[in-house]
């Protein structure tokens, strides 16, 4: 393998060819603010705030999508970043809700962190917002479009699974919204609330419905635990507050599997101590079911019933 | 290739003709936005259902169809009127009162910009620019184009559309 | 009929199947394969169908076709000539071709009765018994129909002496207007595809690619990438599968070159690409035409299928071994697939989003493909360098700009249509010799090049030569090439306005700078055109506009700015007219602006305030009459209606 070597304000590092700007500068342990940016998915180079100072080239390049080349002078805080990085955040919280003392995601929100990271108390921008209805149509995942910034990381998520590929980019300019087929509710869609999606949100835009007023991020702690209803290794994390266990939400799918309600839903059963009553769309509309049907045990459930 | 919108011809005729166009480009790489043309051209709009079927067809996931349909500005998600009126509003026109002609045809109407008569007969649109500068301003009905107008003549031009 | 292109006779053998390889060259100067004076005749006679040689009796009628003359009745006028001529027996001895455009469309319908290239200008169907009777038979030009030069009131007899069309040189242009766009035999009657069919058999693709890199062609769709250069990419590039596309998605209001060359001369699109097929090494190519241009794609779909038909297009082409299919893909409305990589995202079948580069298409295009893109006008001078050299057309232009271009001149202008330049001539040439100077004999105030990527060049810079490095330092860019004249009526706010409002409504959304940046700049640009803007506004445009600049993901984002930034750069005191003053000095904004009638020009007749919709006006009869400013809602009916011209805004 060949390497290049440069430097990132002033620090020199070697990395392999092929090697992004952003991903050398966390080599160097130099920190570059990312939306969009994730490294299971497909690099997509939207939401620019990653960009960073480079002599030699035009504009100022998005780091994620730029390869480190030999020689290459980075800076990643230069006077023109840090003005493009408060414009662009001034730009995003021009349309975006200001709610964040209620927000679930107060305090594990990307905006919130890079706002105060760079010092932007408010919007200096007046004018349009756009203007959702909040979409809870299921007992599972809450949509908040106006919180959405359409960095894309959870349509990219849900189309690596394309049978599912329920939710995708819709209308255009200043009307782009994630949207279902038809732009329906997602409880008239056909997700399968396997949850990836809100996993990967870096804002407030998808959150999980049962854990609704639960608690707040620093009152919660994680612990990890992987799936064992099937042979993928999906991994999960069970949330706790106080020493009670208050939810199990998705954290990474296992190799070339998807995530699955099911698996979540049985994680649930097994460490929660009140689970919340499963549901399943039926007809069209989600119904209580019983653990044995939500888990697809009634099978064997009905013959150790029989067993006794 | 039938291409009018003006209910002529039957519902039987129109889905016999889209299945053929979903044979027709059956198994054709990046064949999407034709086969919505065409389908928009047999029905005159593209209903949900007939989304749906051209997902299946082309096997893409249905969200990435409507996404792809309310991208571009041709396609139309609601029935239309049977005669399209596209003012022009490029640089040409707009330097030249193509808002005052706009204005003139959307109250003769009645129908704000991209609406559509309550008697179906027009729908007004605006397009960027439909690149007869030298005759702005300008506008097309249907696929006719027609220039130099003034805000009347535009309503009268527009009245020869039944 | 037989064409210049069916067979002579039996002992030609070409056909698609069975390629010969000199099947241009012969059909011009052959028969080739054998010794036959008829067969030499019957092309002659065909060539001189085409073009009448000297001397001769007939004549040839070129009635433009394009879209421009189309909608102001030229193909009605087709009907009625036809009439006209069997009335008087002379079907024979005149022939009617219907053309592309001539450029001159703001004179449309425009005819020209050849070989005397009598220049006939707004003929009506009324006009058409007179100019059969008494120009083609009586030998006499109509007068009253000829184009009569502004500045000396003269009439110009024939379309060299129209000063429009003197100062030009028509090389991309030179078949548009002048030969039937739907008939492959007319291009190749005017040495068509004999560019290709050098290259194909007398070059390697190297050779090809170094011929147009000598050219110093560089691409005529916006940034100005050299054209070789790119081709040597896509050539080197490795892969079993490469495209060659062409950028018919020309979307700039303002700007219609394109889509003339695509309906007035199809065939040298085809060739251009052809010959970049075999430079690069591409067996496929598609064209990308906008869907509101049903007139170029149904001349392009002609052209294919005709050059399919004769093995110019196809497998094993002229029996070279070559193979080059193409292909056209309409657009669906959405200005942003004019950008590269949206417009190959596009042709996948996806919503057209910019990807990001690098890769770039030459490495990775078209479904992952090496695939080369240059649009209409680029592929429509290869053929001309293939088949004079890349030498020559290094003459033409300046040292960094090579060739001609060709601009659409369009607004406040006395002669609007498509003008083709050689490279650096001045914009004062341009817009005052060509296009004859300003409307009304208004004062010059600024002029928009390369629409809403471009910029505003004032009076200071008229005599910039123009080319792709002076016009991209005086902060406009070559852009596809649209000229708009703006005079001391226009209002500079109104037009970044303007231009705000086409970006921001064809932004795609993808990312955050130009979705959210174009929304904001085009309010706050709103904001001062209604009287409403604040002294701060200014830094916020600028630092937005710098921003969007820098950080915008494709071309097209990073260009959006530039209609204001050039602006604020030249007529700042105006966007400090509206703010501090509350004026317009232009008199366009209506908010800033009051209707105020002349007491002395007043003759007091009420025409106006029977014609006010909102009741402002009021007088006695005979007396002037007054405006009340809280009524009044700036329509402009009563200045309209005035004949008196006492109304007037303030």
Redesign the interface.
Known sequence: MSYVSLTINGIKITVPKGTTVLDAAGQAGVFIPTFCHDPEIARFGACRMCVVEIPGMRNLPASCVTDATEGMEVNTESPAVVEARKTILELILANHPQDCLTCEKNGDCRLQDYAFRYGVKESGFTGERKEYPLDDSNPYIIRDANKCILCGRCVRTC?AI?ER????????GFNTKI?????TPLGE??CVYCGRCVTVCPVGALTWKPLAGKGRVWEIDRQEVTCTFCDSGCTFEVLSKNGTNIGVIPKAPGHGRPLCLKGRLGLELKFLDHPPDPQLKKDGAFVGVSWGEALGLEDILSKLDKDK | MASCNCGHQNDDEKQKEFGDLLAKYKGV??????V??EAQEIFGYLP?ET??QI?QSQG?????????A??????HLKPRGRNIIRMC????C??RGAA?VFDAVSTNLGVAKNETTEDRRYTLET??????????P?MMVN?????RLSPDSAVKMVKNYE | MQTLLDKCCDKCTHEPKNPCRDFIKCRKEGPICHDDESCRQKRKDIINGIHLPEGTDKKNILICAG??C???GSRKLVDVLKEELQKHNLQDKVKITMTGCHG???Q?PLMIVEPDKTFYVRVQDSDVPEIVEQNLIAGQVVERLLYKDLATGESCKTYETVPFYARQQRLVLHNCGHINPEEVAEYIANDGYTGFARALLNMTPEEVVDEVKKSGLRGRGGAGFPTGMKWGFVRQAEGDKKYAVCNAD???????MD?SVLEGDPHAVLEGMMICGYAVGADEGYIYVR????LAIERLKIAIAQAEQYGILGDNILGSGFNFHLKI???????VCGEETALLT????????PRVRPPFPAQSGL?GKPTNLNNVETYANVPHILRQGGDWYATLGTEKSKGTKIF?L???VNN??LVEVPMGMSLRDIIFTIGGGIQDGKKYKAV?IG?PSGGCIPEENLDLPVDYDSLTAAGAMMGSG?L?V?DET?CMVDVAR??LT?TQS?S?GKCTPCREGTKRMLEILTRICDGEGRMEDIDTLERLGRVVKNTALCGLGQTCPNPILSTLRYFKNEYLAHIQDKRCPAGVCPNLLTYVIDPEKCKGCGKCAKGCPAGAITGEKKQPHTIDTTKCIKC?ACILGCKFEAIYKA
Not at chain 3, 291 to 294: D, F, G, I, L, R
């Open positions: 189309n394309p590929s329920v939710i995708d980019f819709g209308y255009r949207v279902t087929a038809m732009d869609s056909e | 790489k990046g064949a999407l936005i034709p919505l043309q949900a989304m749906k997902s893409i996931p249905f969200s990435k169809t409507f996404g792809v309310t991208f571009y500005s041709q396609f509003q490029g640089t040409a707009h330097v005052k397009v960027a620019c439909l690149g007869a500068c030298g005759l702005a300008v696929s006719d184009t027609h220039g | 879209t421009g189309t909608s102001s001159f469309c703001e449309g020309e979307g700039d209001p303002g700007a219609f889509r869907a509101e241009y049903p893909k309409a657009g669906a409305g959405a200005f596009s042709i996948e079948g996806n919503r057209g989003m479904w659409a369009t607004g406040k609007t249509g928009q629409g649209g708009v703006m226009t303007f231009f086409f064809e795609c402009g």
